[in-house]
């Protein structure tokens, strides 16, 4: 069993860097796979990026070169930096470990002048 919880999000204005915080908790937390997705009112949820038990990561093409996905070495913290924040980044944050079927319950994110 794998708990997430997310925090770090707020207000913040284009340009702007945030780093979003997911702390996984339970048995198998070191072990999981974790992913970051957001969803903006009337979109679908998007998937972000994904960090692995060994480390390995990957990104949608939409965030690549803005955002970093990294964990620390416990394997419980998994952080979601975020620069050169644009308006259209705003959206709910969920952190997540799918294939245990896990969801956190989601920080939102509002970039905006």
């Known amino acids: 069993q794998v708990q997430l919880v997310e925090s770090g999000g707020g207000s913040v204005q284009p340009g702007d860097s945030l780093r979003l915080s997911c702390l996984a908790s339970?048995?198998?937390?070191?072990?999981?796979?974790v992913s970051w997705y957001r969803q903006a009112p009337g979109n679908q949820r998007e998937w972000l990026a994904t960090i692995t038990s060994a480390g390995i990561i990957s990104y949608a093409g939409s965030v690549r070169d803005r955002f970093i996905i990294s964990r620390d070495s416990a394997g419980n913290w998994v952080y979601l930096q975020m620069n050169s924040l644009k308006p259209e980044d705003t959206a709910k944050y969920y952190c997540?470990?799918?294939?245990?079927?896990?969801w956190g319950q989601g920080t939102q994110v509002t970039v905006s002048s």
């Open positions: 339970g048995a198998s937390a070191r072990n999981a796979d």
């Open positions: 997540a470990a799918p294939v245990l079927g896990t």
